[in-house]
C-alpha cells in the first residue's frame, strides 16, 4: 500500500571520527541528539580512531614536494 506510515525504519549513518571521539562517544552524542528512547542505535562495523602522528618524515617530505608541484601556490604545513 503506498499510503501507510511503515511500522518499522532503518537508517545507515557512515561516520568519521576524530582523535578523541570513540565509538561509544559518538553513539552517546548522536542519541542525545535524537533524544528519543524508541530510537535503537547499532553499530555495524566500526574502529576507533588511530593516535595522531607526527608528520616529519621522509613520507612527509614525499607528500608536500608532490603537492607543491601538481599546486605551486598551495600552503602545505603541519600543526
Same mark, same amino acid.
Given at each position: %500500500? ?6 518499522? =525504519? &532503518? %537508517? $545507515? =549513518?557512515? #561516520?568519521? #571520527? *576524530?582523535?578523541?571521539? &570513540? *565509538?561509544?562517544?559518538? *553513539?552517546a ?7 528519543? /528512547?524508541?530510537? /535503537? ?5 566500526? &574502529?576507533?580512531p588511530?593516535?595522531?602522528? $607526527?608528520?616529519?618524515? =621522509?613520507?612527509?617530505? &614525499?607528500?608536500?614536494? =608532490? *603537492? ?10 603541519? $600543526?
Amino acid at each position: %500500500m503506498a499510503n501507510v506510515i511503515p511500522p518499522v =525504519a &532503518t %537508517m $545507515t =549513518a557512515n #561516520l568519521r #571520527l *576524530i582523535e578523541g571521539d &570513540t *565509538i561509544d562517544s559518538a *553513539i552517546a552524542y548522536l542519541k542525545a541528539l535524537v533524544h528519543d /528512547e524508541r530510537i /535503537e542505535f547499532n553499530p555495524l562495523y566500526g &574502529t576507533n580512531p588511530s593516535a595522531d602522528s $607526527t608528520p616529519v618524515s =621522509a613520507s612527509w617530505d &614525499t607528500l608536500k614536494n =608532490a *603537492i607543491l608541484q601538481t599546486w605551486n601556490d598551495a600552503l602545505v604545513r603541519h $600543526t
